[in-house]
């Protein structure tokens, strides 16, 4: 028979720390701290392996499971010498969700479970405090009706707040126990109503149907939305973990609390925590009161402080990382309820990394891997100008939870932070009195955070902190008003789209806009890190950029060249968006070369630009690629003003006539005749598929006098610095090209242009031209098209949508379907599909470089800066990846982290080798 | 040294029969009728090679070949004892051209070369017909200025003219010598206008100039154009044939002729041909006088005949096919000027290849290639229904040029047919004077051609013929007034638009639209042919059809099944296509469950009538694949119609307001408000490439109450049948998937709906579900989508459309190019592109056959009518293609020809290895 259930306690557990794929996180945390010694309640852990014969069985627990469990909890009863929700001295349990990857506050908990109209008598009597007994059945009853018996929580407040109300009272621990029962009374009546069954005083079925439920959380909006977030498979599923009930609700001498071995916003090695007297542990981490630093625990209970400390620290050498804990004093007495490694920022890992390094706790190899790739681009992120800053005054000042510059637009519920940021209405701060799990959504797409209640490890704090976004916690002197839309300090009055400025090192609180500048990319630890780590990378690193600005970014991030310069971002600018449209609506080949003209020393401006900035380094060029409509009006827009002007008459038509010329002056048109003739051209262009259309190398092949503007802009504009004795290295990129044929043809007016140009100059200059391989068809014909191109660059964005055919403009209707039925494991546009696009990759790769085994190949698009594809691209030999300025460090760590990850596991098989 | 040139002449040759591609047809043929002692003029054959190496050369011919050109015409000159233009007896030549495929008319020739000022009075001399002399000479000059010097026809046809209307004459031949110098002198100085020099009278500078062109005219449009059509690579190049010119227009013992040992059109074994006496080759071909049968140069010339049939004969035999021959007659004496295999409608083919069975000319294995796949599918053309046929009164009547039936709207120029059929204003038949190869685009997209002169062998016939294409030619009876756009019949004038009907096989034309009925598919001759190379077949052939009609129509044809069944088109019928708008509108699962309740009886119909149609044989049904605003109007036409109604009012506002209720009565919008709400939804459905959006199994994984629906409608459908004893076997095909999970998804839904119906109707059923594979991440993760799939069909046309990236409604402006510029060898999605697209078809068999060695997998899509796809689609090893009922006949050959060759190969390598 399979083991479901394993127990821990007296001084023993059956299973231990490394068991987390079988146990969760928290179970293998108890398990260990159990076996070490610590004082941890006892319990047992049920399995993730029961959570996914659950989801098998069509979410049903197995009966063997329940034989296996009833077992256990025998054990744990003969152990505490107390029977579940029986007898004068009552067993309590505790029954939480923990899975394998640590999912904070995503899944559902149970408190005070075994409680019951009988065992609550005998609480109250065993603890003399009839109200904590009341207090706990309340509470039971709450939980369970919301997260078993799914009655929304506010019918629970209504109750609750009702007796508030009608007792005069504000705090719920004015409330005393004779309110109490009569909420109790009310809640089994609530219970009643909304599930059509009584609130089962059977102490075993609460605890089958709590486990189902735990089960089920796994499975909940926020749990499901967190893993997406994280790239957490849908089929690890959750264990459950039963554990005897401290309580740290029992009065003066009782607490309970969190806290971090080190600070996880900054890294810096100080105890770090928060507690509350008199309180269960939800009220901690829920926000809902404000709590204590642990400092001030040291004052109340030094013993109780002092073997924290121990423990906490022993806890930290034993797993040689940051420990995030819980732990309830009952009476004076501590219990530890929970450790695992803590999540941290950017920041903060390295900080961490560094120090465990200095400290002999790991080495410098292992260092490498404590900071995550996806995590360090934080540390690029841009801080406040400390010019405005010093001027600057505060509006407020909460904690700061997680550190950052964040400026917003105020919004003060998640859906308005989803709806803002939707409708492209700028970046939003997201207000909230405390944000509770259900606020995901928001969070996500808020470019800060900021609470008026809640502290340093509150449910905002510590998902800020996951996520890398800048959050003030607990901005006490400010008053959120929610439902008003309004944000109260002092006389102050802020409302719903009014700019808000966080601070997230300092906690200040700022209003208005206040000016970023650029991180420092030379901060010393950062040089240091990066100096342990790079030496095992093999994966050259570019970005993609487009204007100096970007270039000279991406450079100072350690960016070896330009993996992709778009020529057509170039076009959009003014002054010159005009003469390209006069090159798209040209009549005739003449027209066309006219307007080009007009381009070619605005586009070789540009490129002086990019050159100059990249010196000595490669610099990719893409030639135009994008369909020629984007560059027009939308021809329904011409549709509807034709209509407007022919139903207008007199003044109003004039009036109409004079604005729509305005309008349409770039192109031209001055009357009637001319917008048809204009809307005539854009019907000439629509496309049904813009994407399958007329763009990449259709348009040199059907224009070639753009190509050749093109590659006279290049060649002059480096021709002009090779005067100044400046380095430079044009790779001259075709892009779309699914055949060896048009790589050739477009090569040729490349060559030739190129030819023309350095002759006439007299200059000798190395440059390439090759492909952008982001069709299909090139990857399967890769062998052909590389004996046209010196090098190949994988657009994974093009690839994917045909390989999928999956248009990235409409998939958002199709994605989250898609990604919840399982169907998708993550977005493939964020991190690349390695089964099926990924195998094209590897085939085009391969076929290129049996052709010409010196081809040089590189993948621009979003994949170059994702850590999971990075390591693909790795394996998969590629010479270069090229991502966005800002990713330019993630993609270095990653690629570096790949590298040293096999030459580290090839030493340690080599060392049993030779052992 | 290469060798570039070929003589033949005095009964012996340098080249053969057998070197097409070296002589091109022309110049092999001409050389094995050289060897085989037959009356042909002497001359020499400039090879394709030489074109090739003009082309590389930037279209200049190597000085080398005009070394060997010189010696080979100074060969010439010693066998003729004359020289080229000079002396008073003066070699002329005609230059030809001649490509390894036969494209009649394609291409230039140029007559009479050699004449110039001096050599043109030797000839009047030495034939004492002056008149035959300067007639020669003003047609090189007219056909060197046009054809090298690129002058336009009809600046010469305006001097030849205005001489002509001078002299008061109608013919040409009415005019006299005098005449004929004068007109020699008005064209010398067009040449030197138009080209700025004078025409060349150095007779050598002549031929070179003269083969330039005619390599030149390799590239021009009309050649290009067919070699589109016809699939000929444009590298192939072409030959060109210097010859010694004798005369068909030295009086009245001179003609020429041109002929086919049997009838073209019908296969009938009769001798074929027709004659001009007192003419040259062009005025034959060219269709300008309608030639004489050639059963009159019999009475004219019994000698002449008798020989003409002697050679012809033999030569069929030693070919073992048909020929199509040129002839000229020099004052009595017969020469040979070409043979070649005869080009030949379908029915021809088929009638010749059993008749020369029959003759043991070949044997049965040979018939089997002797019929074109691709042209035997005109065997099934529908046909005049004989009962009207024999009510309807012919208006006029022509030659039976190539039979068939057409009806169509009648258009005067080929561009008119063009835009006719481009606007989709339906059929057209395109009626010309006579055609001229710069019709060529017009006959392409015609239902028939009708011209008033040109012959059997007119440029109209010729390549109708070769096109599958009714054409009556030579209709005298009718005038054709062309910038008059009419047609004029005795009193009777039909105008551009008016309906007509051609009988291509009497001959007869009619007006309006007559009825047709299908062909007979069991024509006894095609059975026995189709008898004798179907045993080699390997490949299935199934057909595409929505209908019940087309099912029939397919299974009469020979289909073993359907192998596409669009669910999509059987929502578009009256009383249908509001269920399926509603459907799409509703604003949630319940409504739309409420649209398919009432949409499932209709679909449960629909599925009745193809089962029905095909009991006993497998029916595949594809679940809902289009995106669904296909279904609603146009984003653009609301937008306008609500601008419309904005400015509107009074009563024009309220006749809109009716207007528009009417429009969009069927979406249940009745006022402005409901039209914005119609637009919300249209514009909430807008995808910006729709081919890559919501569609396919998107659909029903979005939606999957569509699938259950469909699935329903199947079942109940088949149970019905099968109570009434009919065997159905359904293959449920899930469309667009690219992931294992998708499939998965849809087949649940598909086996929980087939196990509730079958069970509750108590009936055992089998039944399949597969998928499409569509999508490049389908063919390379086919192994894994096997594991769910029990079939696979190839949607090449979708797979075509992502793997080369191209859009099938947009390719239209880029495809031309492509082809031009040799990106493309032919049109991706009419023939397979074995290169790219075949690779992930080979790949997507593999690896699903590796998984699932049973797995069926056919390919559906319009490659499975094309013969040479099918031969691509046997070696790949599917067991089917599925084509559209009218294909299926020509699937069914090209696959036994497939087959055939392999197992002939086969054959003579295992002889060869016993031997």
């Given at each position: 028979?399979?083991?479901?259930?394993?127990?821990?306690?007296?001084?023993?557990?059956?299973?231990?720390g490394?068991?987390k794929?079988?146990?969760g996180g928290k179970?293998a945390g108890?398990?260990e701290m159990?076996?070490?010694?610590?004082?941890?309640?006892?319990?047992?852990?049920?399995?993730?392996?029961?959570?996914?014969?659950?989801?098998?069985?069509?979410?049903?627990?197995?009966?063997?499971?329940?034989?296996?469990?009833?077992?256990?909890?025998?054990?744990?009863?003969?152990?505490?010498?107390?029977?579940?929700?029986?007898?004068?001295?009552?067993?309590?349990?505790?029954?939480?969700?923990g899975a394998k990857f640590s999912m904070p506050g995503m899944?559902?908990?149970?408190?005070?479970?075994?409680?019951?109209?009988?065992?609550?008598?005998?609480?109250?009597?065993?603890?003399?405090?009839?109200?904590?007994?009341?207090?706990?059945?309340?509470?039971?009853?709450?939980?369970?009706?919301?997260?078993?018996?799914?009655?929304?929580?506010?019918?629970?407040?209504?109750?609750?707040?009702?007796?508030?109300?009608?007792?005069?009272?504000?705090?719920?621990?004015?409330?005393?126990?004779?309110?109490?029962?009569?909420?109790?009374?009310?809640?089994?009546?609530?219970?009643?109503?909304?599930?059509?069954?009584?609130?089962?005083?059977?102490?075993?079925?609460?605890?089958?149907?709590?486990?189902?439920?735990?089960?089920?959380?796994?499975?909940?909006?926020r749990?499901?939305h967190y893993r997406r977030m994280n790239n957490i498979?849908?089929?690890?599923?959750?264990?459950?973990?039963?554990?005897?009930?401290?309580?740290?609700?029992?009065?003066?001498?009782?607490?309970t609390g969190v806290g971090f071995t080190r600070n996880p916003a900054t890294g810096v090695k100080a105890f770090y925590g928060e507690f509350l007297?008199?309180?269960?542990g939800?009220?901690v981490v829920a926000g809902?009161?404000t709590p204590v630093p642990i400092s001030e625990l040291k004052?109340?209970?030094?013993?109780?402080y002092?073997?924290l400390r121990q423990i906490t620290t022993r806890l930290e050498r034993h797993y040689r990382d940051v420990q995030d804990f819980e732990f309830?004093?009952?009476?004076?007495?501590?219990?530890m309820l929970q450790t695992r490694n803590g999540k941290r920022t950017g920041r903060a890992a390295l900080q961490i990394a560094m120090d465990m390094t200095a400290e002999g706790l790991i080495t410098r190899d292992e260092a490498i891997f404590r900071v995550d790739a996806g995590q360090i681009y934080e540390l690029l992120f841009p801080r406040f100008d400390p010019?405005?800053l010093?001027?600057?005054?505060p509006?407020a000042a909460g904690l700061p939870a997680s550190p950052g510059a964040a400026v917003g637009?105020?919004?003060?519920?998640?859906?308005?932070?989803?709806?803002?940021?939707?409708?492209?209405?700028?970046p939003?701060v997201l207000?909230r009195?405390e944000t509770t799990p259900?606020d995901i959504?928001g969070m996500e797409v808020a470019a800060g955070i900021l609470t008026s209640r809640g502290g340093m490890t509150s449910h905002a704090a510590v998902v800020t902190r996951g996520m890398g976004k800048c959050c003030i916690a607990g901005a006490s002197?400010?008053?959120?008003?929610?439902?008003?839309?309004?944000?109260?300090?002092?006389?102050?009055?802020?409302?719903?789209?009014?700019?808000l400025s966080l601070d997230g090192s300092s906690g200040k609180v700022y209003?208005?806009?206040l000016?970023t500048v650029p991180a420092d990319p030379n901060d010393p630890m950062l040089l240091e890190f990066m100096s342990w780590a790079e030496?095992f990378r093999?994966?050259?690193v570019?970005?993609?950029?487009?204007?100096?600005?970007?270039?000279?970014a991406?450079?100072s991030f350690g960016?070896?060249?330009?993996?992709?310069?778009?020529?057509?971002?170039?076009?959009?600018?003014?002054?010159?968006?005009?003469?390209?449209?006069?090159?798209?609506?040209?009549?005739?080949?003449?027209?066309?070369?006219?307007?080009?003209?007009?381009?070619?020393?605005?586009?070789?401006?540009?490129?002086?630009?990019?050159?100059?900035?990249?010196?000595?380094?490669?610099?990719?060029?893409?030639?135009?690629?994008?369909?020629?409509?984007?560059?027009?009006?939308?021809?329904?827009?011409?549709?509807?003003?034709?209509?407007?002007?022919?139903?207008?008459?007199?003044?109003?038509?004039?009036?109409?006539?004079?604005?729509?010329?305005?309008?349409?002056?770039?192109?031209?048109?001055?009357?009637?005749?001319?917008?048809?003739?204009?809307?005539?051209?854009?019907?000439?262009?629509?496309?049904?598929?813009?994407?399958?259309?007329?763009?990449?190398?259709?348009?040199?092949?059907?224009?070639?006098?753009?190509?050749?503007?093109?590659?006279?802009?290049?060649?002059?504009?480096?021709?002009?610095?090779?005067?100044?004795?400046?380095?430079?290295?044009?790779?001259?990129?075709?892009?779309?090209?699914?055949?060896?044929?048009?790589?050739?043809?477009?090569?040729?007016?490349?060559?030739?242009?190129?030819?023309?140009?350095?002759?006439?100059?007299?200059?000798?200059?190395?440059?390439?031209?090759?492909?952008?391989?982001?069709?299909?068809?090139?990857?399967?014909?890769?062998?052909?098209?590389?004996?046209?191109?010196?090098?190949?660059?994988?657009?994974?964005?093009?690839?994917?949508?045909?390989?999928?055919?999956?248009?990235?403009?409409?998939?958002?209707?199709?994605?989250?379907?898609?990604?919840?039925?399982?169907?998708?494991?993550?977005?493939?546009?964020a991190?690349?599909?390695?089964?099926?696009?990924?195998?094209?990759?590897?085939?085009?790769?391969?076929?290129?470089?049996?052709?010409?085994?010196?081809?040089?190949?590189?993948?621009?698009?979003?994949?170059?800066g994702d850590p999971a594809?990075v390591e693909?691209?790795?394996?998969?030999?590629?010479?270069?990846?090229?991502c966005s300025p800002y990713r330019v460090l993630t993609a270095r760590l990653a690629a570096a982290q790949a590298?040293a990850a096999?030459?580290l596991?090839?030493?340690?098989?080599?060392?049993?080798?030779?052992?």
């Open positions: 028979m399979a083991k479901y259930l394993y127990f821990f306690g007296g001084g023993r557990a059956e299973g231990d490394k068991m794929d079988v146990l179970g108890l398990a159990t076996n070490a010694g610590l004082p941890v309640p006892p319990g047992f852990t049920i399995s993730t392996e029961v959570c996914r014969l659950w989801m098998r069985s069509g979410r049903q627990t197995p009966a063997e499971v329940d034989i296996e469990m009833r077992q256990y909890l025998e054990r744990l009863e003969a152990l505490q010498g107390q029977k579940l929700g029986a007898g004068e001295n009552p067993l309590l349990v505790s029954v939480r969700s899944m559902d908990t149970i408190l005070n479970l075994g409680l019951n109209d009988a065992s609550v008598e005998a609480l109250a009597r065993r603890s003399r405090n009839p109200r904590f007994a009341y207090d706990s059945y309340r509470r039971l009853i709450q939980m369970f009706g919301n997260v078993v018996l799914e009655i929304e929580k506010k019918e629970f407040d209504r109750v609750f707040d009702a007796k508030k109300k009608q007792r005069r009272v504000q705090l719920d621990t004015e409330l005393r126990a004779e309110d109490l029962k009569q909420i109790i009374a009310e809640y089994k009546k609530l219970v009643k109503k909304h599930s059509g069954r009584d609130f089962p005083q059977d102490a075993y079925l609460q605890l089958q149907m709590a486990r189902d439920a735990v089960f089920r959380s796994w499975f909940n909006e749990a499901y498979s849908d089929d690890l599923g959750t264990a459950a973990n039963v554990q005897a009930m401290v309580f740290g609700n029992l009065g003066e001498t009782s607490g007297m008199n309180a269960q939800e009220d809902i009161r004052m109340l209970m030094p013993a109780v002092e073997q309830t004093i009952q009476e004076g007495k501590l219990y010019k405005t010093a001027k600057a005054e509006i637009q105020a919004v003060f519920t998640a859906a308005a932070a989803v709806e803002w940021v939707e409708k492209k209405r700028g939003v207000v009195g259900e959504h002197g400010i008053q959120v008003d929610e439902p008003g839309r309004r944000l109260v300090i002092g006389k102050q009055v802020l409302k719903e789209g009014d700019w209003a208005g806009q000016a030496p093999k994966l050259g570019r970005a993609n950029a487009d204007i100096p600005r970007d270039a000279r991406a450079r960016a070896e060249g330009i993996g992709l310069c778009r020529t057509e971002h170039m076009f959009f600018g003014e002054g010159k968006i005009e003469h390209m449209r006069a090159m798209i609506l040209a009549k005739d080949e003449k027209e066309r070369r006219a307007a080009l003209k007009r381009l070619l020393p605005l586009q070789r401006r540009d490129f002086l630009g990019i050159f100059e900035a990249m010196d000595g380094l490669p610099v990719t060029i893409r030639t135009l690629d994008p369909p020629l409509h984007e560059f027009l009006p939308a021809r329904e827009q011409i549709m509807v003003d034709l209509e407007k002007l022919a139903s207008a008459s007199g003044a109003a038509k004039r009036k109409l006539a004079g604005e729509l010329r305005k309008r349409y002056a770039d192109y031209g048109v001055r009357d009637a005749a001319g917008l048809r003739k204009l809307l005539a051209r854009v019907e000439d262009l629509h496309e049904f598929n813009p994407m399958l259309g007329l763009r990449g190398c259709r348009l040199g092949i059907l224009y070639p006098e753009i190509t050749e503007m093109q590659a006279r802009a290049i060649f002059e504009a480096a021709v002009a610095l090779a005067r100044k004795g400046k380095q430079v290295h044009p790779e001259i990129m075709i892009p779309l090209v699914g055949t060896p044929k048009e790589l050739e043809l477009q090569k040729e007016i490349v060559n030739r242009v190129a030819g023309e140009v350095l002759s006439q100059a007299g200059i000798k200059l190395d440059y390439l031209v090759g492909t952008m391989i982001e069709l299909p068809r090139a990857a399967l014909a890769a062998g052909e098209i590389a004996a046209q191109a010196q090098f190949f660059s994988f657009g994974t964005n093009d690839l994917t949508q045909t390989t999928y055919g999956f248009s990235r403009d409409d998939i958002g209707k199709i994605l989250p379907v898609y990604l919840k039925t399982g169907v998708l494991k993550q977005d493939p546009f991190t690349i599909d390695q089964e099926g696009v990924g195998k094209l990759v590897r085939m085009g790769v391969e076929s290129g470089r049996k052709t010409r085994p010196e081809l040089k190949v590189g993948i621009c698009g979003e994949h170059g594809s693909f691209f790795h394996r998969a030999g590629l010479n270069y990846v090229s590298a096999e030459a596991s090839e030493k340690a098989a080599e060392a049993g080798r030779t052992r």
